[in-house]
């Protein structure tokens, strides 16, 4: 795999520079830069949103590995894999495909396309995300989020809300009497009866 992204990453860069020479601009080739130099916060993301890359890839770098800097040891265990790095540049194709249409007068300013450059963009967002958890080159653990969010991965294994309360007792309804759980699919919420 990182044999393709090397080789995918030198064909995106010779055409930004093709772009470069061609249009008398440099966006391209510094749009790509900029990614590769985002992805380097990587870790930090890793350590807000608890999500991991596969252990397979080589890595490029790990946070905190500094010697000297204290603070970051709970860090050590987020990385930058070589491949995620390498592929960074995925990140811009989206902005620099309607950047390219706009220059070359194929795409217009108006309330529609903005509203289109959105869906696209969340579509294609959507896409590169749906890719790499299929695939395996990353994966969030379900785990408490900032400001009380929680990433759920499958909704099996969602808790049930008033399932359990305190030391596993069942819970009660208005009037203190105990409630029952009926069945159900595992990836529904069940049915309370009184």
């Known amino acids: 795999m990182q044999v393709g992204v090397i080789f995918a990453s030198i064909m995106v860069y010779a055409l930004a520079i093709f772009l470069w020479r061609r249009d008398h601009t440099p966006t391209y080739f510094v749009a790509l830069l900029a990614a590769h130099l985002a992805v380097l916060l990587s870790p930090f993301w890793q350590a807000l949103y608890v999500f991991r890359?596969?252990?397979?890839?080589?890595t490029f770098y790990r946070l905190g590995s500094v010697a000297g800097i204290q603070a970051l040891t709970r860090l050590q265990a987020y990385v930058l894999p070589r491949p995620v790095f390498l592929g960074a540049w995925a990140m811009m194709l989206a902005p620099l495909?309607?950047?390219?249409?706009?220059?070359?007068?194929?795409?217009?300013?108006?309330?529609?396309?903005?509203?289109?450059?959105?869906?696209?963009?969340?579509?294609?967002?959507l896409l590169v995300e749906t890719v790499g958890l299929r695939q395996g080159w990353w994966s969030y653990q379900g785990g408490a989020l900032p400001l009380g969010t929680?990433?759920?991965?499958?909704?099996?294994?969602?808790?049930?809300?008033?399932?359990?309360?305190?030391?596993?007792?069942p819970p009660r309804d208005r009037r203190g009497r105990r409630r029952r759980l009926t069945g159900g699919s595992p990836g529904r919420r069940r049915k309370i009866v009184a």
């Open 97 to 125: 495909a309607i950047f390219y249409l706009y220059r070359h007068r194929w795409w217009f300013p108006s309330y529609l396309t903005s509203l289109l450059t959105f869906i696209l963009f969340v579509l294609y967002h």
């Open 150 to 169: 929680a990433v759920v991965a499958d909704r099996a294994e969602e808790p049930l809300r008033g399932h359990a309360g305190a030391a596993g007792r």
């Open 53 to 58: 890359y596969s252990e397979d890839f080589p």
